[in-house]
């Protein structure tokens, strides 16, 4: 569930790297003209705005906390407590 904000009043589509065409916010992540990658675009004068170190810091450790840089629409559907997997030392492994 939502407490904060819209996020995609923060991300308004997808620009190819390489030939610099746009498309919407969807699920793919290569440009169908020339195959480069998609990277998000944001608007990051509303970002600096309304997010800070300090907000980010006080919300749970879980990769929702950054929402705001997340191109997503819709509320989580892997679940809420998604990533800050402690990292492991394998000392048989290294």
């Known amino acids: 569930m939502r407490t904060e904000g819209d996020n995609m009043k923060y ?3 997808l620009r190819c790297r390489e030939c610099k065409k746009e498309y919407p916010i969807s699920p ?3 440009c169908e003209f ?3 990658p998609l990277e998000v ?3 990051y004068e509303k970002i600096k705005r309304s997010l800070t ?3 980010i810091q ?3 450790k879980s990769m929702w906390r950054y929402r705001e840089l997340l191109p997503v629409e819709d509320d989580p559907v892997v679940g809420l407590n998604v ?3 402690p990292l492991i030392r394998a ?3 290294g």
């Open 41 to 43: 675009i944001y608007d």
């Open 34 to 36: 020339c195959f480069g």
């Open 83 to 85: 990533g800050f997997t």
């Open 53 to 55: 170190r300090e907000r």
């Open 91 to 93: 000392e048989r492994l």
């Open 28 to 30: 793919i992540h290569v």
């Open 58 to 60: 006080e919300r749970p």
């Open 11 to 13: 991300a308004s589509g």
